[in-house]
């Protein structure tokens, strides 16, 4: 099945457009979850590696049965070494069984040779591969396309062979993002560009709900930008980073819904997995209580993005 | 020790400004290394890791007394899993104690906080990381500038506390890397403003020998390019990519290099590498002579690029 369909399966039978954010900021985890870290280094690494793995498990937990997918950043991973990228599969595979889509924040984008390792390692091996399964396996990841096409082709060679989605990063929402994606060229901002380049790779990958598996990164929350995102690439399924701790709110997305509250996923990681350390779920909750914050946190902006959904469609 | 300074004088002490690519793809290996794979998947991931680690360690022996580094692509590692993970931290050690220096290409990149991750994973971890060293610890990176200027400044910090290098990818030489780094901003190519980010980044980085710890990297291996490219960042060192098998030859490469002779090193992977496979290596050494095979190759390299040192002197 095609990921675009798997995708929008996920989110109507979640009744939720919400990606969990799976980014553990070490120093923001709970109190509990720092204290007495062995000093002698390979301890001390396992030991990190074992409680952001109890962190992240209870945050999936949450998010089983109110999201469609979450989100690892693989960078919180990769910082903790080895053990950390093997606690990085480990948790795929444990949302996974829980039902939930999984989207591995990797932003990798090479020359072809080298992305077909990437594609390998993340998406599915290819016959040249000696290992029989991706040893990182997501249901999608999002990729750089700096190096043009051949960065990005191998993926693709993943979303046709097995059905898995791709996000390709076209417009970001970080301050410093104008300085090359604003670049005005021809007339037109470079960010506009890559969205060609997006909407040409996804034109034949286009499900049953009229979404291509090749989606876009679009961290601009302004509705002007997702309108003209919107209408360069009509078919590919926006993920929106910056809900909440990056500053965008939900009444500006509804122009990323089409009439039928579909088209777009919004992805939140400090708002729920640290609302413990935010009112009102702080007083209400307390450290102690971090499980059940964070689903406060998700279940208010699923809320809140269904109303965007419902403004979209009228 | 500021990382240029060290990158140069390594190129001294070598007579070289060769780079070893450590690109294992896995079908080029001998024949002798990829015999009788377990099916078990564990094992066999485990058995693919140790073989892919002799062979590298073979090719750190060879380049050891006539290379200044090498330069392991992190994708080849992450394709293996965890445990190619672990070993590209093995390797960046035995590289080190053979007293090469070593850059890591991972080309990452990404919003600040999620690139703050990326250098404590790979330079130097900062006062808020948990682990007291990096734990894929490399002299140097490649990264990715697409989102701006927030997507390098976390390796800036390495660079300016730490002694680490940084390459910022600015121009490849894939086929189809003109879609974005040649589109026309107002005059300019798009490259030539990721070009000017690296020379800003880089100004305060300058050490003894007159080159920045920021670099580039520079795929374009024509003479105009290149000379383009040094104008608009006269202090960077120059990281290039391409030598032998992507096509570019030694002659075009002479105004990489200043009257003394540096400025830019050169990357080869499969060139040496799997050089046992091509003539007149193959007829030579075969297969079991890869490592005498690798160390012809190697040494022609640094002859012909000695020979464009020379011409830029000139």
């Known amino acids: 099945m095609n990921f ?8 109507r039978e979640a009744d939720s457009v919400s990606v969990v954010g799976l980014d553990p900021h070490w120093e923001m985890l709970p109190e509990s979850f720092k204290r007495d870290l062995p000093d002698e280094p390979e301890e001390r690494a396992q030991t990190v590696a074992d409680r952001v793995g109890e962190f992240c498990r209870g945050i999936i937990e949450v998010a089983a049965d109110c999201a469609p997918a979450v989100k690892p950043q693989i960078a ?17 595979r444990y949302a996974k069984e829980a039902g939930l ?30 290992l029989r399964t991706a040893p990182f396996e997501v249901d999608a990841v999002t990729v750089n396309a700096y190096m043009g096409a051949d960065a990005v082709m191998p993926f693709k060679r993943a979303v046709e062979d097995a059905g898995k989605g791709m996000f390709i990063l076209v417009r970001t929402s970080n301050p410093a993002a104008a300085e090359l994606q604003l670049a005005d060229c021809g007339g037109r901002p470079l960010w506009n560009r890559v969205a060609d380049l997006a909407a040409r790779l996804g034109a034949d990958s286009i499900g049953a709900c009229g979404y291509s598996s090749v989606g876009a990164v679009i961290g601009a929350t302004d509705p002007v930008s997702l309108k003209q995102a919107r209408g360069v690439m009509p078919n590919a399924p926006f993920l929106i980073p910056g809900y909440g701790a990056q500053g965008g709110g939900a009444a500006e997305l509804a122009p990323a819904f089409d ?13 729920i997995l640290f609302a413990f350390r935010s009112e009102p779920w702080k007083s209400q909750f307390g450290e102690a209580g971090w499980k059940d914050a964070a689903r406060a946190a998700l279940l208010e902006m699923n809320a809140e993005l269904n109303r965007a959904r419902r403004a979209g469609k009228a």
């Open 4 to 11: 675009a369909d798997r995708l929008i399966a996920s989110c």
């Open 76 to 92: 919180f991973y990769e910082q903790l070494g080895w053990r950390g990228m093997r606690l990085y599969a480990d948790l795929a």
């Open 101 to 130: 889509l999984v989207i591995g924040d990797i932003k990798r984008g090479d020359i072809g040779s080298t992305a077909t390792a990437y594609a390998n390692a993340h998406l599915a091996p290819d016959a040249k591969s000696p």
């Open 259 to 271: 009439k039928d509250g579909i088209g777009s996923v919004v992805n939140s990681s400090r708002g």
